[in-house]
Each structure stands twice: as C-alpha cells, then as structure tokens.
C-alpha cells in the first residue's frame, strides 16, 4: 500500500500544474536576438522570426529567441487559464495530448523537442501549448467522461459530452457569462482574383475575430526548412502549427474553425495540416490532398489559394467528412459555419448566436467584396478588412499595445502584410517572401 501511495503521490506531482517560478531557466540568446541561423527582428512593432535548418534547429532557434514569451504564453494559457483556475485536470489535458501526438508527423515532433530544449522547457509542456485548445473546445466521445474520474479536477470543459454517435440534433456549445463563445469567435476569410482584382491577381485575407490580436503578440514567422518549401507564416510564439501563410511556390492558406459534433481525438490538429500544406505543396490540388486525406480532429473551413496561375477553392471538413469548393466567379468566403448540406447536420449549435454572427459576417463580407468586385487591389482589400469592426470591437490600442485586424496575403506578389486598427497608422507591416529566398 506505501508503495502505490508513493507511486501516486509522485505522479501527480510531475503532472499537476506548476508555477512559472518552478520552470527551469532556459538558455540565453545574446542582445540582437540572433541565435546561429536563427534571428528575430522587430520593424513598427510586428515581430519577424527567421528559422533555418533541421527541424530540431529551427525549434531550437525557436524557444531560444523567444524563451520568455512562450513561457509566459504557457503560464498564462495553459497553467493559470485552465488549470488553476480548476477548469481542466493537467493529467487528462496531457493524457490526451499524448494521443494526438501519435498522429503528429516525426518532424514537427522534432521541432517541439527542439523548441522545448531552446526555452528550457520539458517536451509535455511544449505539446500542451500546441495541442490544448484543440483538445478543450472541441467534443470527444462518452468514453472519454471516465477518465473524469482518474483527474485531480472533477470539472473539465463544457464541451466534454456530447454524442458518441452524431445525431440529427445539432449539440449546443456553452458559452461564458459575458455570453461570447469559449472556443469559436467569429472572424472570415476570402480569396478574390481574375475578373474580382484590378490586375487579375491573387488577394487572401484573414479577419481576426474578437477580440484582435495584439500586435505584439502576432509573429510572421519565415522559415526555411533543410526539406520542403520556404515559407511564411502567421503564428504565435511557442506554436509549432500555423493559422495562416504563403510558401515560395505562391501557395496560400487560412483555416477558422467550424465546430462539429463529428470530431476525435485521433488525428492531426489543423494548424498542423496547415504547416505541412505551405511546407510541401506546390499547387491546389496537393493542398487539398495532403487535408482531405489526413487522420483529422475536428471541424474547419479552410480556404486555399494559388498565385499561378491564380485561382483558389474552399475546403470544409469535419473529422469523416469533407467538402470541396471551387470559386465562384473567382471569388471564395468563409466565416465559422458549414455551407456544405451534410457537414451542417454535424454543425455544433451556439445558444448565444455564434451561428447566426457567422452568417451574418459571411453576408457583410460577401457584399463588399462584391462591391469592389472588379478594381480590388491590396489598399481596397485592406480597407476591407478594417469595415465593419468598429461597433463590436471597442478600444483598438492600449497604450502601446496596437490591434490586428486581419492578415493580407498577395499570393501572387509574395507578400504578407498585416492590418492594424481603423485609427492608427498604415497598415504597411509584413514581408514580401521574393527579398528573402
């Protein structure tokens, strides 16, 4: 009996959540923050990290040059956020990660081993930071309540129950007191090109949801792999997966999520796909293979696009299903719900109106680019993204700290810039990828 006493006690001292003051300290980068091939620089604000080599190296390059805003990311996101707060067991968020592990490609686990060894941080944390917020907002079968009961916490998310086996009742997502959604705010995506632009060229952009990001916590990450494409991407410190991004071959993506009841903890998060579609793909139709074809968790509309020559198409899926959309009249939108009749029976249902926000989002944007439907160029699209933001999201900078809208991406131009708030300065941040190959 002492023994299995002892054996437990130390588990769930490995496992429990910990303090940042119990963290190891990590290696240190010199004053430029500059790192073997590695560097991060600064320009207006928007922080632009270059990762060279070996996955392990450039995770490395990674956590040593960022160390201390990932490790306050995982502090904040991961330990006080869900643990502390006792809204998750960190044995069961771990349990599972482990799982999704499994299904991660060899590289990108290298990469986080690398990633944790640069911050001085252990491998689990690294994959609790990339992994959590697929495995609390999104559903899991029943079976998975009973290992409720071997957790240290006896709540875990909202989300945690519903069908095992999906019916044609739409599930319904809790939501937080101040009744917005804990996991599925609402932001859009589009791809408009040939007749749509003035020079009959590709424009994507990505419309931050509520509420925006600060600006200096976006990274435009650039990487060069030893294998596969250079790319950009548009990540957040710590995060091994992409939400947005443009490889050498004009090849761009932007995935929001869908929620669905047909999802599962066996399979690939999409930031993930997402990384590995900008890293090996050089047209559409090997884009939407490497998705469509990959082991998937859970619901997202994703939008796909290629500078040559232009043209692009939308991909929904849940974890079985999938849906493909070529553009109509060169033009392709997405907000936070199917458009697809079979993926829409699995579509998770918002008490609070998410649904409804998402269609109406997905009208606005329909109609102004429709508007500018013939003579959109980067400017106009820009100013696109910045309509309509103003009565629902407040304040746009604290001091110093300046909001993000959206993400412009000029496939065919190579180009990524980003798009602050209405009331301050040009959005003229980003990078154009033909300087750096």
Known sequence: MVPLIFMVTTLISWLGPRPEATLPEPVTADLVRRYHDG??????????????????????????????????????QVFERL????????????????????????????????????????????????????????????????????????????????????????ATVERDSTGNALCH??????????????????????????????????????????????????????????????????????????PSQDASLDGIPLPFLLREVLQYAGDIRTALRLIASAERTTGY???????????????????????????????VVRTNHYLDPSLSETQLVSSGGDNESSRARLEELSH???????????????????????????DYSTGDQERVLGVLIASSDLEVSVVLHPEGRAASLGVKLDEEL
Request: hydrophobic letters at 40%; charged letters at 20%.
């Open 185 to 258: 705010p609402v932001g859009g995506t589009f791809a408009i090109f040939g007749q749509g632009t003035e020079d009959r060229k590709l424009l994507q952009g990505l419309d931050f949801a509520s509420p925006a990001p600060y600006l200096q916590d976006l990274l435009l990450i650039l990487y060069r792999p030893d294998v596969g494409n250079t790319f950009v991407a548009v990540g957040w410190p710590g995060m091994v997966g992409v939400t947005m991004g443009l490889n050498e071959e004009r090849i761009s993506v932007a995935g929001l999520p869908s």
């Open 39 to 76: 560097r991060l620089e600064e320009r207006q604000g928007l922080r632009i990290l270059r990762l060279t080599g070996t996955p392990y190296d450039m995770g490395y390059q990674h956590g040593v040059l960022l160390r201390h805003e990932i490790r306050a990311g995982l502090q904040d």
């Open 368 to 394: 102004l680019l429709s508007s500018g439907f013939g003579h959109m160029d980067s400017s106009s699209a820009m100013n696109l993204l910045k309509q309509g933001h103003d009565a629902d999201r407040g």
């Open 83 to 170: 643990m502390l707060q006792g809204q998750v067991s960190h044995l069961l968020l771990l349990h599972h990660a482990r799982r999704l592990e499994t299904y991660l490609p060899s590289e990108y686990r290298d990469e986080m081993r690398g990633l944790a060894d640069g911050a001085g941080l252990s491998y689990s944390d690294v994959l609790l930071l990339n992994s959590y917020h697929d495995l609390i907002c999104e559903p899991t079968p029943r079976r998975g309540l009973q290992e409720l009961f071997f957790s240290l916490y006896p709540l875990f998310i909202p989300q945690m129950g519903p069908r095992a086996v999906l019916s044609s009742a739409p």
């Open 301 to 331: 509309n994703v939008v796909i696009g290629d500078g040559k020559p232009a043209d692009a198409q939308a991909l929904e899926f849940s974890a079985h299903q999938y849906a493909i959309f070529e553009a109509d009249n060169d033009l």
